[in-house]
């Protein structure tokens, strides 16, 4: 049974910072590559940053420089460093592998950046 549930999320300046976390059921984080995904209002979900269970990433032009993702395979936990946060970087945020295994997601964590 895949479960990913996301957290950390809130309301934040610009310029500010929030780490998300991800808890993610074995079964699917050990062995697959990891990845942040974000959905603003109006806007297909995207892809934002993955790692592998080495430890190297990528990252999505918008959020170079500015996110860190990270993985702790003892915990089945992935994360998401969330620095210089700009009104653009409002959405909802989701973690899942990559590329998508099946149709399910987790519930999202929602982060908000003020002007």
């Known amino acids: 049974q895949v479960q990913l549930v996301e957290s950390g999320g809130g309301l934040v300046q610009a310029g500010g910072s929030l780490r998300l976390s991800c808890a993610a059921s074995?079964?699917?984080?050990?062995?697959?590559?990891m990845g942040w995904y974000r959905q603003a209002p109006g806007n297909q979900r995207a892809l934002l940053a993955v790692i592998n269970s080495s430890g190297s990433a990528n990252y999505a032009d918008s959020v170079r420089g500015r996110f860190t993702i990270s993985r702790d395979n003892a915990k089945n936990t992935l994360y998401l460093q969330m620095n210089s946060l700009k009104p653009e970087d409002t959405a909802v945020y989701y973690c899942?592998?990559?590329?998508?295994?099946?149709?399910?997601w987790g519930q999202g964590t929602q982060v908000t950046v003020s002007s």
């Open positions: 899942n592998t990559d590329p998508l295994l099946s149709d399910y």
């Open positions: 074995g079964s699917i984080f050990s062995i697959n590559d």
